[in-house]
C-alpha cells in the first residue's frame, strides 16, 4: 500500500508516527497535536507537489523527515514564524521579547 493511502487511512497523530516508524513522547504529541497535524499536512502537500517524481521510498523517507523535524520543533517548544502579509509583500516576523525598563540593553 502507497504511503499516502497509509496516511489517509490515519485516525490519529499517532498513526502518523507508528506509520513512519518514528518514536515520540506521548505527552509531547499531546501538548501539540494539532500543531503537528497542521503542519504535517503542509509539509506532504509540498512533498507531493514537488516537481520531481518520487519513489516511494523516496516519499515515505521525505515524511518520515517531515514529521521528526516538526516532533523535534515542538519538543524543544519553538514556535514557527507566523507568515504577516503586508500589501503584495509576504514577509516573516519573528515575535521576540524586548528588554524591560529594568534590563541593560544589548
Known amino acids: 500500500m ?3 493511502a497509509l496516511l489517509g487511512q490515519m485516525e490519529s497523530v499517532e498513526d502518523i508516527f507508528t506509520t513512519l516508524e518514528v518514536s515520540y513522547d506521548s505527552r509531547v504529541v499531546s501538548t501539540h497535536r494539532i ?25 515515505r523517507a521525505r515524511c518520515t523527515e517531515a514529521i521528526k523535524t516538526i516532533y523535534e520543533q515542538c519538543e524543544r517548544g519553538m514556535r ?19 528588554p524591560t525598563r529594568d534590563e541593560p540593553h544589548s
Open 2 to 4: 502507497s504511503i499516502e
Open 35 to 59: 500543531r503537528i497535524l497542521r503542519r504535517f499536512g503542509r509539509e506532504f502537500e509540498a512533498i507531493r507537489r514537488a516537481a520531481e517524481p518520487h519513489s516511494e521510498a523516496e516519499l
Open 80 to 98: 514557527e514564524p507566523e507568515p504577516v502579509f503586508i500589501g503584495h509583500a509576504p514577509q516573516l516576523v519573528q515575535l521576540r521579547r524586548g
